[in-house]
C-alpha cells in the first residue's frame, strides 16, 4: 500500500508539505470537513496528513500548523493518573494484531477532556502500521448528559419522597389508631393519601413521556377531537379539585376543521398549560380556541407577572421552572414534545392581560393517519 492509497475509506493528501492539510476524503461527495468528530491520520512514520477542522477547534491549532508534524506533539494526551498517553500506549509498538482503540477519555493540556478513539491500518494482516487513524469528541456534551441525569434523579427523588412521606404517615396512623379517630379525620387522611398517589402517578407518566420523546418512541393513537370539549373537560377537572369556576374562562372563536389528534395527549397538553396558568397566575386563566391555516390555535393565557424575555429561551426545557418553583420542570418540556409530535409548535410570550400566553397550533391532520 503505497502514500496515496485510501485507507480504511480516508484518502491521505500530499505528504510532508503544506498540501497535507487538505482534507481526506471519505467517499465521492463527503469529506472529513463534513464530520461532526474531529478526525486525525497519521502515516506509517506518524506524521499528521489529515487534521479536519473539527479536529483544530478540539485541538485549538489549525491544520496547516499540525499537518506534516509528528502526532504526539500536536495531540497532547494525558490519562486519569496525568500520564503522557502515547508513551502509555505507544500505536506504532502495538501488537501486530491490534486494529482498534476503544473510546476513551484523556486530557488535553488545558484540562478539557476528549474522548478519543483509533483505528490502526496495516497493509497486510499483523503487518506494521501504515496509517493511524484518530476520532476526537469534546467530552463536554457527555459530561452535561451525566449531570442531566443526576438532576433528573434529584428531582425524582424530591418530588416523590413528599407524597411518599404523607402516604406513609397517614396509612400509619389509620391502621394504627382507626377506632380513635373520627369519621371526618378518616376521611381527611383517605383523600390526602389519593391526592398524592395521583400526584406520583402523574409524575410516573412525566418521567415515561420524557424518556419517550427523548428516544423518537411517542406514539399517537388519532381520533376525531373536540378542541372546545376537550377544553371544558379540563376545567370541569380543576373545579373538582378545588378551583372556583369563576377562575377560567373559555373563548371559541370561529368553527375548526375537522380535528385528528391523540385526544389523551391533547388533553395532557390542555392540563399542563392550565394547571401552569393556576400556579404561576393570579386572576383568571383563559383558554382561546381558533382556526388556523386549516388547523386550529389555541393560547392558555394568565395575569400573573409573565416570563421574563430572558427566559423564554429555557421555558420548554427539561427541569425549567419559574420563580414559584412547585411541580418537576418536565411539564412544559413534555408539552413541547406533544405538540411537535402532532406536527405542531408551541410558543411562549406576553399575554394581552400582561401574563404570560403559551399558545400552540396544531393542523387538523386527516383520517388516514388515525
Given at each position: 500500500?503505497?502514500?496515496?492509497?485510501?485507507?480504511?475509506?480516508?484518502?491521505?493528501?500530499?505528504?510532508?508539505?503544506?498540501?497535507?492539510?487538505?482534507?481526506?476524503?471519505?467517499?465521492?461527495?463527503?469529506?472529513?470537513?463534513?464530520?461532526?468528530?474531529?478526525?486525525?491520520?497519521?502515516?506509517?512514520?506518524?506524521?499528521?496528513?489529515?487534521?479536519?477542522?473539527?479536529?483544530?477547534?478540539?485541538?485549538?491549532?489549525?491544520?496547516?500548523?499540525?499537518?506534516?508534524?509528528d502526532f504526539r506533539d500536536v495531540?497532547?494526551?494525558?490519562?486519569?493518573?496525568?500520564?503522557?498517553?502515547?508513551?502509555?500506549?505507544?500505536?506504532?509498538?502495538?501488537?501486530?494484531?491490534?486494529?482498534?482503540?476503544?473510546?476513551?477519555?484523556?486530557?488535553?493540556?488545558?484540562?478539557?477532556?476528549?474522548?478519543?478513539?483509533?483505528?490502526?491500518?496495516?497493509?497486510?494482516?499483523?503487518?506494521?502500521?501504515?496509517?493511524?487513524?484518530?476520532?476526537?469528541?469534546?467530552?463536554?456534551?457527555?459530561?452535561?448528559?451525566?449531570?442531566?441525569r443526576a438532576g433528573l434523579v434529584?428531582?425524582?427523588?424530591?418530588?416523590?419522597?413528599?407524597?411518599?412521606?404523607?402516604?406513609?404517615?397517614?396509612?400509619?396512623?389509620?391502621?394504627?389508631?382507626?377506632?380513635?379517630?373520627?369519621?371526618?379525620?378518616?376521611?381527611?387522611?383517605?383523600?390526602?393519601?389519593?391526592?398524592?398517589?395521583?400526584?406520583?402517578?402523574?409524575?410516573?407518566?412525566?418521567?415515561?413521556?420524557?424518556?419517550?420523546?427523548?428516544?423518537?418512541?411517542?406514539?399517537?393513537?388519532?381520533?376525531?377531537?373536540?378542541?372546545?370539549?376537550?377544553?371544558?373537560?379540563?376545567?370541569?377537572?380543576?373545579?373538582?379539585?378545588?378551583?372556583?369556576?369563576?377562575?377560567?374562562?373559555?373563548?371559541?372563536?370561529?368553527?375548526?376543521?375537522?380535528?385528528?389528534?391523540?385526544?389523551?395527549?391533547?388533553?395532557?397538553?390542555?392540563?399542563?398549560?392550565?394547571?401552569?396558568?393556576?400556579?404561576?397566575?393570579?386572576?383568571?386563566?383563559?383558554?382561546?380556541?381558533?382556526?388556523?391555516?386549516?388547523?386550529?390555535?389555541?393560547?392558555?393565557?394568565?395575569?400573573?407577572?409573565?416570563?421574563?424575555?430572558?427566559?423564554?429561551?429555557?421555558?420548554?426545557?427539561?427541569?425549567?421552572?419559574?420563580?414559584?418553583?412547585?411541580?418537576?420542570?418536565?411539564?412544559?418540556?413534555?408539552?413541547?414534545?406533544?405538540?411537535?409530535?402532532?406536527?405542531?409548535?408551541?410558543?411562549?410570550?406576553?399575554?394581552?392581560?400582561?401574563?404570560?400566553?403559551?399558545?400552540?397550533?396544531?393542523?387538523?391532520?386527516?383520517?388516514?393517519?388515525?
Amino acid at each position: 500500500m503505497d502514500g496515496d492509497e485510501p485507507v480504511e475509506g480516508l484518502a491521505a493528501h500530499g505528504r510532508d508539505t503544506e498540501a497535507d492539510a487538505e482534507p481526506a476524503r471519505l467517499r465521492p461527495g463527503l469529506d472529513a470537513e463534513e464530520l461532526p468528530d474531529g478526525v486525525v491520520v497519521a502515516d506509517h512514520l506518524g506524521r499528521i496528513v489529515t487534521f479536519n477542522a473539527m479536529a483544530s477547534r478540539i485541538v485549538g491549532i489549525s491544520a496547516a500548523d499540525a499537518c506534516g508534524r509528528d502526532f504526539r506533539d500536536v495531540l497532547v494526551l494525558h490519562d486519569s493518573d496525568g500520564r503522557d498517553w502515547w508513551k502509555c500506549d505507544d500505536p506504532y509498538r502495538a501488537p501486530a494484531g491490534r486494529t482498534r482503540q476503544p473510546e476513551r477519555p484523556l486530557t488535553l493540556p488545558d484540562g478539557r477532556e476528549v474522548l478519543l478513539t483509533a483505528r490502526y491500518v496495516r497493509a497486510q494482516p499483523r503487518g506494521p502500521l501504515t496509517r493511524l487513524v484518530l476520532t476526537l469528541r469534546d467530552a463536554g456534551y457527555r459530561a452535561r448528559a451525566e449531570r442531566s441525569r443526576a438532576g433528573l434523579v434529584s428531582t425524582v427523588a424530591h418530588e416523590l419522597r413528599s407524597p411518599l412521606t404523607s402516604v406513609k404517615g397517614f396509612t400509619a396512623t389509620l391502621l394504627a389508631k382507626w377506632d380513635r379517630l373520627t369519621e371526618t379525620q378518616r376521611m381527611f387522611m383517605l383523600q390526602t393519601v389519593n391526592a398524592d398517589a395521583d400526584r406520583v402517578t402523574r409524575l410516573i407518566a412525566e418521567l415515561l413521556d420524557v424518556s419517550r420523546i427523548e428516544s423518537g418512541r411517542l406514539e399517537l393513537r388519532r381520533r376525531r377531537v373536540d378542541l372546545v370539549e376537550r377544553a371544558r373537560q379540563v376545567i370541569a377537572g380543576r373545579i373538582v379539585a378545588g378551583d372556583t369556576e369563576d377562575r377560567f374562562r373559555l373563548e371559541a372563536h370561529g368553527p375548526l376543521p375537522p380535528m385528528w389528534l391523540d385526544p389523551d395527549k391533547i388533553y395532557q397538553v390542555l392540563g399542563n398549560l392550565t394547571e401552569n396558568g393556576v400556579r404561576h397566575g393570579a386572576g383568571t386563566v383563559t383558554i382561546v380556541i381558533e382556526p388556523y391555516e386549516g388547523g386550529a390555535a389555541v393560547s392558555v393565557r394568565d395575569e400573573g407577572e409573565g416570563i421574563a424575555p430572558e427566559a423564554i429561551p429555557r421555558v420548554f426545557r427539561q427541569f425549567w421552572r419559574g420563580k414559584r418553583r412547585g411541580g418537576t420542570g418536565l411539564g412544559l418540556f413534555v408539552c413541547k414534545g406533544l405538540i411537535e409530535a402532532h406536527g405542531g409548535t408551541i410558543t411562549v410570550g406576553r399575554a394581552p392581560c400582561g401574563g404570560a400566553e403559551f399558545r400552540f397550533t396544531v393542523p387538523a391532520g386527516s383520517p388516514e393517519l388515525a
